[in-house]
């Protein structure tokens, strides 16, 4: 084994002599002890060379107390250095190792255990510490290379450590408090979030736009348990890109909303073009068509009997075109929802699919009387008949259910049959079907409302659709057309 390495910083030479004397009689370890009276001879002995552990007395001729050991420390900060002191004082003993001391020994209690035991701590306590500062460089290595703002902040709100990426840009904290670094204040701010994760210990996430740079940060605070009580550790992420993206995204959905709601509207006065067509222009026709018939019929002599029922035959069949075309022209014409409501308007339509279809229904509505626009409601009208649609034509179901909840501040509407159901998924994927179905349509008029639709269905287990809308959806700007 090394001998250690001893240096020996005392003024006095019989003090000197007994700890040349006390390492002596170590058993089992060698020390090659160097002595030196004057604090200036063991800085310069430390500059030249190091030492394994340093005996420091702090009543030097050249340097008194605590200023010795800061002087020393400064000098050789990787070395252990144990105090000795005449004074049997602890308050002086004590601020020596927190100004850089690792141990310390009072000269009028010394014995060679004593001092073996200071020498082999004080020794353990620096590789600790050399340890403990190298595991913190490579800390803090790593917040340097962080894409994030990263500081700590003590109890008092004072920022004791700042990265790189936030030097560069708020610029060296030098143990200024948050306030005064991040917003320009003189006193802390209002509903400070440091402050209360000091008070809750509880970890926090929130967003800050900086008053001074066009940024905005998404924050997380920890709550870290440090030397001198609570600390906050924050990490600030640069989100204005995305806030950027985010508005121009809500932007263009937005527009994207306004130009659909525009088509639908389009859409909607086309369909009561096309029904008044249907019904001044083709059922007139088909009117006058049948009356003709009816008139041939009757004028036919009575050897053409086989034709003249024929006529009538004829008339029968006009008659259930008239029917099909005040049908679909009644279903191109929306309903009158503001005079008789959105509850009066489902009812009818599904009495009308009953009769035409045979299939039982029911329908289940809370109190809808002004909870939200009459383009909604409008909204929520078509998107049950086009439900009803596939229900006539494909399903053969024999009952329909309707439901219309308030739930949560949203609106669920439910459309469900017991009919013969399908595989959502081949539907979805096989080429014209959503459109054939009305399925975008459907998710068109719930986007517009702010809103999701969804489709559930399985063979034999009858089908589902639900429409989930915001009562009240700010966020949407103009959802509600």
């Known amino acids: 084994m090394k001998p250690i390495r001893v240096l020996l910083v005392e003024d006095n030479p019989g003090d000197a002599r007994l700890i040349k004397e006390m390492l002596a009689e170590a058993q089992g370890l060698e020390f090659n002890l160097e002595w030196v ?3 200036a001879d063991g800085l310069h002995r430390l500059d030249r060379d190091s030492a394994d552990v340093v005996l420091l007395d702090l009543g030097l001729p050249d340097s008194q107390g605590l200023d010795t050991v800061i002087r020393a420390y400064r000098q050789a900060p990787e070395v252990p250095f144990v105090v000795l002191t005449g004074l049997s004082d602890d308050t002086l003993a004590l601020a020596a190792l927190r100004t850089g001391a690792q141990d310390y020994l009072f000269k009028d209690e010394a014995s060679p255990h004593l001092l073996l035991r200071a020498i082999r701590y004080a020794t353990e306590r620096k590789r600790a510490e050399l340890a403990l500062k190298a595991e913190r460089n490579k800390l803090y290595a790593v917040l340097d290379s962080l894409p994030a703002f990263v500081h700590l902040k003590d109890k008092n709100l004072a920022i004791k450590f700042a990265n790189r990426n936030f030097m560069e840009v708020f610029g060296d904290p030098g143990n200024k408090r948050c306030y005064e670094v991040l917003c320009g204040r003189d006193e802390i701010c209002d509903n400070c979030r440091a402050q209360e994760i000091l008070e809750t210990k509880i970890p926090q996430k929130f967003e800050w736009a900086s008053p001074f740079l066009d940024r905005v940060f998404e924050v997380h605070n920890y709550p870290l348990c440090g030397d001198d009580g609570m600390e906050v550790l924050t990490l600030g992420i640069d989100i204005t890109e995305r806030k950027k993206a985010e508005e121009g995204l809500r932007q263009s959905e937005q527009n994207l909303r306004y130009l659909a709601s525009r088509l639908l ?3 909607e006065r086309e369909r009561i073009r096309i029904a008044h067509e249907l019904h001044d222009d083709l059922g007139q026709s088909l009117f006058v068509l049948k009356m003709q018939i009816a008139y041939i019929a009757r004028a036919l002599p009575p050897e053409l009997e086989k034709l003249r029922q024929e006529c009538f035959e004829s008339t029968k069949t006009v008659l259930e075109i008239i029917n099909s075309v005040r049908r679909l022209s009644h279903d191109l014409i929306p309903p009158s929802l503001k005079e008789i409501g959105l509850r009066a308007a489902l009812t009818d339509l599904l009495k009308e699919f ?6 039982s229904y029911s329908l289940d509505t809370d109190e809808l009387r002004d909870r939200f626009p009459m383009d909604a409601k409008l909204n929520i009208y078509r998107i049950v008949q086009e439900c ?24 669920l509407l439910t459309v469900e049959d017991n009919g013969l159901g399908f595989e959502v998924d081949q539907i979805l994927t096989r080429r014209g079907s959503r459109r054939g179905l009305g399925l975008s349509s459907m998710e068109e008029r719930a986007r517009l409302m702010g809103g999701t639709f969804h489709l559930w269905s399985k063979p034999n287990e009858g089908t589902r659709i639900q429409v989930i809308v915001p009562l009240k959806n700010e966020a949407a700007g103009s959802a509600w057309i």
């Open 265 to 267: 509207d389009a859409q």
């Open 354 to 359: 009953s009769r035409y279809h045979n299939i």
């Open 388 to 411: 009803l649609t596939n229900v006539g034509k494909y399903s053969q179901a024999t009952n329909v259910h309707v439901s219309i909840k308030i739930k949560d501040h949203e609106i």
């Open 37 to 39: 009276s004057r604090l």
